[in-house]
């Protein structure tokens, strides 16, 4: 009997617009998602579980063993509680920009803005 190779699962956080605008800091961004991820129901267990958080300038890669249950969903509801703490929930959102990665962009607000004349 020949054993399947363990695979891991990579998730990528992008913030590279607020973080070139010095709007949000990577660093502090990293440790929120270190301190709240939950691995098989727990919040301090990912060192134990294997998953690891890398952050680069701009961005923050996740990366899970495939064997635990590991969902992306939770990155993005972490992701805006993050920004909800820092007061950047009106002007940030997290968008899926492909399967196994998110991006934090800002609202486009259009310039154009329409007035009644009476």
Known sequence: M???KKGSVKFVIDCTAPVDDKVLDVASFEKYLQDRI???G??????SSGVTIVRDRTKLTITAPSDIQFPKRQLKYLAKRYLK??????????????KNSYELRYFSISAGEEVDEE
């Open 85 to 98: 703490k820092q007061q950047l929930r009106d002007y940030l959102r997290v968008i899926a920009a492909s």
């Open 42 to 47: 727990k919040t301090s267990n990912l060192a």
């Open 2 to 4: 020949v054993k399947a």
């Open 38 to 40: 939950k691995v098989d």
